[in-house]
């Protein structure tokens, strides 16, 4: 399995903690003066030296200013300096069984024997340059609570959105993805305020790019939001959702954005041949350089739940599962990755990501793009939930869930708990 590479940001975490390094030093002799020339000339007065930790407490050797080979010929001579004892055997508690040793050629235990064992054989490792930081943007200039998802909130996106992302890069989470709540009076069925150059996403692009320049901006390609029907695409009268209508508004809402600055375009829509149409569409106006992160295992899941609180885009009516995927189904993700692939991809998300850790393996296993998983609002919301009835120890479980994702094959994670865990992992640099 590949691993990260080491963290270059702004703080970075050691492998390994809690060394004494007080421990076992220093020289010091039971004689006091005696003279070199004494023992050279194998006066039978023996210098007993003694290897103890250093009694002065400022963590300095005393050395009694013996060479090189004074010091040899005088182990040679058998005047070998003492060390500290091997310390006992531990014992056992009383009424242990005495038991002859069992016949095993390997212990996978000795490997985990201490932290710095742990930390040298650790497989997966974490950093904040995994983490992208999903955040709710909207109109106004207060940021407001979102009830279902404690800790986050919709950000004003000309106050509230520049500070919150000041505190994620000073903790070296430098990639963010935007979700806007769209007013209701600009959504319609065809959801065409998600192309509009000077609408919330393509000003709030310009805005950040203009403080963060190198700041990676992931945006949501989707009608949802937009849609006065509340769904991803648009809805004939008989309740079909149009896939190839839909993808021709996609194509021109994700053009928006990258004129607008966008690094990354992520369709979420899972409608069939929007890669290939949308990769087309950025290179005919010379976005060439502009990455698309598909939703590549998108499942019709119930974690989903907090998140469309937080936007206002609840389906009107029915459900998604036309066009979401089928919880039960692991074959199917293949399709829809080989898919994505040969339209153009630059990156497979699976969508949620503990409840599909066997999906995230598979495409780690099955291609060489970069994996994103993302940790959805469910997920985040029952962690939060957990920890505030002292159920579990909510930062623990953050940084379990997010290693989780990380040793399935996840190269980044889309995470609310960006900001939090980035945190913490400079605090153990600390």
């Not at 459900?319 to 497979?348: C, F, H, V, W």
């Amino acid at each position: 399995m590949a691993t990260t590479p080491i963290f270059n940001a702004s703080c970075s975490f050691p492998s390994t903690r809690g060394i004494d390094c007080k421990s076992f030093i220093g020289l010091r002799s039971t004689v006091s003066k005696v003279s070199v020339a004494s023992s050279r000339i194998g006066t039978s007065q023996r210098r007993n030296l003694v290897v103890r930790a250093s009694e002065s407490g400022n963590g300095h050797a005393k050395k009694l200013g013996m060479s090189d080979a004074e010091c040899e010929d005088a182990v040679a001579s058998g005047n070998v300096p003492e060390a500290p004892p091997v310390p006992p055997k531990p014992a056992a508690p009383a009424g242990t069984p005495i038991v002859q040793p069992l016949n095993l050629n390997r212990r996978p235990r000795r490997n985990r024997a201490s932290p710095v064992t742990r930390a040298a054989f650790q497989e997966t490792d974490i950093s904040p340059a995994n983490f992208v930081y999903p955040l709710f943007i909207h109109e106004g200039e207060e940021d407001t609570p979102i009830g279902a998802m404690p800790g986050c909130y919709r950000l004003g996106w000309r106050h509230g959105l520049v500070e919150e992302v000041a505190k994620a890069r000073a903790v070296g989470v430098n990639s963010i993805v935007l979700f806007p709540k769209v007013p209701e009076a600009l959504k319609n069925p065809t959801g065409d305020e998600a192309y509009n150059d000077n609408g919330l996403v393509p000003r709030t692009i310009r805005l950040l790019k203009d403080k963060y320049p190198d700041l990676v901006i992931y945006t949501d390609v989707a009608l949802d939001p937009y849609s006065s029907d509340g769904h991803d695409g648009i809805v004939r009268e008989d309740g079909v959702i149009m896939n190839d209508e839909t993808v021709h508004q996609l194509c021109k809402q994700a053009v928006s954005q990258a004129r607008a600055g966008a690094d990354v375009v992520s369709p979420s829509d899972m409608m069939d041949g929007r890669v290939g149409a949308i990769r087309a569409a950025l290179d005919a106006e010379g976005f060439q350089n502009v990455s698309i992160m598909s939703y590549t295992a998108k499942y019709a899941s119930s974690f989903y739940g907090p998140f469309r609180e937080a936007l206002d885009s609840n389906p009107r009516f029915g459900d998604k599962k036309t066009y979401q995927m089928n919880p039960a189904n692991y074959r199917e993700a293949l399709i829809e990755a080989r898919e994505d692939e040969a339209e153009g991809a630059d990156i497979l998300l699976v969508k949620p990501g503990l409840p599909y850790l066997d999906i995230i393996r598979l495409l780690r296993d099955k291609s060489s793009l970069p994996i994103a998983a993302y940790q959805v609002s469910g997920e985040y919301s029952m962690i939060k939930a957990g920890g505030v009835l002292k159920m579990i120890d909510e930062e623990k479980v953050m940084m379990e869930s997010l290693m989780c994702l990380r040793r399935a094959g996840a190269d980044i994670i889309l995470t609310y708990f960006a900001l939090q865990a980035a945190t913490c992992l400079c605090g153990e640099k600390r």
